[in-house]
C-alpha cells in the first residue's frame, strides 16, 4: 500500500494514526508524489529540531504554525482535496513527532497547524519552511516574497443576480455588524424620537482559492480588513493567513466613490498594481482587490447598478 493510498485511509478512518505516521516519515518513497510527502514531512520537522526550546520544570517549547512553500509547478499538482488531505495529514503526523521530540518532557503545544503556499521564486521540488512561535489571531505577519505576475478573475459579464446573496457564509469572522433598524430615545418631557435607519452602503465579496465565500453588508463610510487580534481589532477578519497583517487595508467610501489605504507589511493588489503602502487610492466597484491568498470586490448598492 503506498503513502497516498495510507494518507487516504487516515482520513476516511480507515488506518491506524500509526501506520500513517510510519509511511510518512520511515517508509522508502515509490514514486515523485511520495517523494514529496517525505520531503515536506523532513523539512518541517528539521525546523521543529531547531526551533526546539527546553525549559525549566521539565517542559519544552517549540514552534505551533508552519507554512509550507511550494513552487508553482509543485503547486499544479498538489490542489483541492489533494491539498487539503496533504495538509490535514501532515498536520496530525507532525504533531505526534512534536510529542517524540519532546521526549520524557512535558510539550507546551496546545496545537500545531500547517498550510501549503506557493513561492514563485522556487523551483520545482524546493521547499521552504517559515514559523511563527505566535497565535495566529494575535501573532506577527509572516512576510511573503514578491509574486511573479498574476491574473485576477474578471468582472466582465457579470449579472446583477451575481452580486448579492441573500444570506453570507459564515467562513469569514464578520465583526462589521448590522445597525439595528431604529433607535428610540427619551427626553425628559418622555417625547419619544426616532432616529432614521443607517442604510447600507454597499457589500464586500470575500473569495479565497477561486471560491466566495461570503458577502457582507457594510454600513460604515470606513471599515479596517486584516487578520485582527484582540489589541488589534478590525471590521471585517480575514483568518487563517499569516502573511495578512492584523490591519492590513482600509476601504473608504467618500462622496460615492470608493478608496483602499494599503497598511499590511504584504502588498495589496488592484488589477496587477501594488497599492503603495499609506496612499489613498481611487478604485471603482467591482474591481478585483488582491489581499495575500484572498480576493475582496466591492458590491455598490443596488440603486447604483
Not at 496533504?86 to 512534536?98: P, V
Not at 433598524?181 to 418631557?189: M, P, V, Y
Not at 476601504?251 to 497599492?275: A, L, Q, R
Not at 478604485?283 to 447604483?304: A, E, G, N
Request: charge should be neutral; proline fraction near 6%.
Amino acid at each position: 500500500m503506498g503513502i497516498l493510498e495510507k494518507i487516504r485511509r487516515w482520513i476516511d478512518d480507515e488506518e491506524s494514526e500509526r501506520v500513517l505516521e510510519e509511511a510518512i516519515l520511515k517508509e522508502k518513497p515509490r514514486n515523485p508524489a511520495e517523494e514529496f510527502i517525505v520531503q515536506v514531512a523532513r523539512a518541517v520537522e528539521e525546523v521543529m529540531r531547531r526551533e526546539l526550546l527546553p525549559l525549566p520544570q521539565g517542559k519544552v517549547l517549540m514552534p505551533s504554525e508552519y507554512v509550507v512553500f511550494i513552487s508553482e509547478e509543485d503547486d499544479k499538482e498538489w490542489r483541492g482535496i489533494k491539498r487539503k488531505g496533504l495538509e490535514e495529514a501532515l498536520q496530525y503526523i507532525l504533531g505526534q513527532r512534536a510529542k517524540e521530540l519532546a521526549g520524557n518532557k512535558t510539550l507546551e503545544l496546545k496545537r500545531l497547524s500547517l498550510e501549503i503556499k506557493v513561492d514563485g521564486t522556487l523551483q520545482k521540488g524546493e521547499i521552504r519552511v517559515q514559523h511563527t512561535w505566535e497565535d495566529g489571531s494575535s501573532g506577527k505577519t509572516i512576510i511573503s516574497p514578491r509574486m511573479k505576475d498574476f491574473v485576477l478573475p474578471s468582472t466582465q459579464n457579470l449579472q446583477r443576480e451575481d452580486f448579492f446573496e441573500k444570506e453570507p457564509s459564515t467562513f469569514i469572522e464578520r465583526t462589521a455588524k448590522e445597525p439595528d433598524s431604529t433607535l428610540i430615545e427619551r427626553d425628559s418631557d418622555e417625547e419619544t424620537r426616532v432616529v432614521k435607519r443607517i442604510s447600507e452602503l454597499y457589500r464586500l465579496e470575500i473569495w479565497r482559492n477561486g471560491v466566495r465565500q461570503n458577502v457582507i453588508p457594510i454600513y460604515q463610510p470606513e471599515i479596517t480588513i486584516g487578520r485582527g487580534s484582540r489589541s488589534k481589532p478590525v471590521d471585517v477578519a480575514l483568518q487563517g493567513d499569516l502573511e495578512i497583517s492584523r490591519h492590513h487595508l482600509k476601504i473608504i467610501y467618500e462622496g460615492g466613490k470608493f478608496f483602499i489605504v494599503s497598511e499590511g507589511k504584504n502588498p495589496t493588489f488592484i488589477d496587477n498594481y501594488e497599492v503603495p503602502v499609506g496612499r489613498k487610492v481611487s478604485i471603482p466597484p467591482l474591481t478585483m482587490i488582491k489581499v495575500c491568498s484572498y480576493m475582496l470586490r466591492i458590491q455598490p448598492s443596488r440603486t447604483d447598478i
